[in-house]
């Protein structure tokens, strides 16, 4: 017997009459962070917007989503149109962004996607149709003040090439039991619209789950040892790492491979990320 509604349709029946001009319909676009160690500095992606809204102001590369086109699907799109980077790149899922004001054209609701790039794929880097120019800036989130009700921290991205400086101060207090983020512009050159919720969260995340996520990896050759682990690791959270410590954290996600290299005039391990270590059955 099929299954009917209160009304007495089946579901082909309720498909086929659904009306779904009785809603309007937001717009979707997508939002990459794309980040790199360039010269043993942290470094993000940002595009000059060739028009209007925010007309000549930096922002993260990104895009619409088509009606018919799956997110993840739109962010490589607008990656190779925006910045001539490909579908090669590993990306994860990091926020929706959703206030109804926050676009001026119109109800806009954006998902950001993060990603961390080996500096050696990123030679062919250049402003795509929809971007007036592409640049790496330096970034850094550096704490200013901190107690038990607030902390203080300030970001700040600086293209040497272009002689840009941006800086944002982060202002992040305890309400009862939870934190109120907010941000204040310290420099005349601004990030567009919101994104500057976007990045202070990609450098939360890499600052403080870069490994556990996996992310770290994907800036490693595919077999490295632990001491370049540790050496992109300390660049990513800009300060040193207990050795000990790092390394017994990544070890379960770690397959050893057999392989050694010639480091310091003694053989090294190599090693490689396992992405399937979260399903592992191991007695930590």
């Known amino acids: 017997m099929e299954i009917r509604n209160e009304q007495g349709q089946t579901e082909k029946e309720f498909l086929e009459a659904y009306d779904d001009s009785r809603y309007r319909h937001p717009s979707n676009t997508v939002d990459m962070l794309l ?9 993000i992606l940002l595009i000059k917007r060739r028009n209007f809204p925010w007309i000549n102001t ?4 990104g895009g ?19 910045t001539n980077l490909d579908s090669s790149i590993y990306f994860r899922q990091l926020y929706t962004l959703g206030k109804a004001d926050r676009d001026p054209r119109t109800r806009v609701i954006t998902t ?7 500096q050696e794929n990123i030679k062919n880097t250049k402003a795509g149709d929809d971007a007036k120019e592409a640049e790496w800036f330096e970034i850094k989130k550096v704490t200013k003040n901190l107690d038990c ?10 293209s040497k090439d272009k002689d840009v400086r941006i800086e944002y101060e982060i202002s992040e207090k305890v309400l009862k039991n939870y934190i109120r983020k907010s941000s204040k512009l310290l420099s ?58 790092f390394r017994r954290g990544i070890m379960k996600m ?18 490689s990320f396992n992405p399937l270590y979260e399903y592992l059955k191991e007695d930590l």
């Open 188 to 245: 005349k050159e601004r990030i567009a619209g919101d994104h500057i919720k976007l990045i202070n969260m990609a450098m939360d995340m890499l600052q403080t789950r870069v490994a556990a996520s996996g992310l770290l990896f994907s800036l490693l050759p595919e077999e490295f040892t632990l001491k370049e682990a540790q050496d992109v690791y300390e660049t990513i959270i800009g300060g040193k790492t207990d050795t000990r410590n």
């Open 64 to 82: 619409f989503v088509e009606f018919d086109e799956d997110l993840e699907d739109a962010a490589f799109r607008e990656l190779k149109e925006e």
């Open 112 to 118: 950001a996607y993060i990603s961390l790039v080996p």
């Open 35 to 43: 980040l790199s160690v360039i010269d043993r500095k942290l470094s």
């Open 149 to 158: 009700n607030k902390k203080v921290s300030s970001i700040v991205m600086t």
């Open 58 to 61: 930096w922002a993260l590369p």
């Open 254 to 271: 770690l397959n050893r491979t057999g392989h050694k290299k010639k480091t310091y005039n003694r053989d090294s391990d190599l090693y």
